[in-house]
């Protein structure tokens, strides 16, 4: 059975810093690219970073040079550190899993607010 948990989410003020982590189990890890998608209220679900098995990240371009995705393949584990935190970054967040099958997480709230 594949499970995918996300954790790390939160409120924090603008500017700030926050790491999502996304351990999934049940599944040949290395063989996945695994992206963050963030969806705000009223928005649809968008790509923010993915990472290939091997460890090569993309990024959208409005979360360039502030977001940094990462990966230990050992521990099964995706990583987004998050820094110069926006309002505008306030959403859900998700983690998916993808190769032959796909896998999301059931998503955890960043909230972005004075």
């Known amino acids: 059975q594949v499970q995918v948990v996300e954790s790390g989410g939160g409120l924090v003020q603008p500017g700030g810093s926050l790491t999502l982590s996304c351990t999934i189990s049940g599944i040949i890890f290395s063989n996945y690219v695994v992206a963050w998608y963030y969806q705000a209220p009223g928005q649809v679900r968008e790509v923010v970073a993915s990472i290939t098995g091997r460890g090569t990240p993309t990024y959208v371009d409005h979360v360039k040079g502030r977001f940094t995705i990462s990966r230990d393949n050992g521990k099964n584990t995706v990583y987004l550190q998050m820094n110069s935190l926006k309002i505008e970054d306030t959403a859900v967040y998700y983690c998916?899993?993808?190769?032959?099958?796909?896998?999301w997480g059931q998503g955890i709230q960043v909230t972005v607010s004075t």
């Open positions: 998916h899993a993808f190769y032959i099958e796909s896998y």
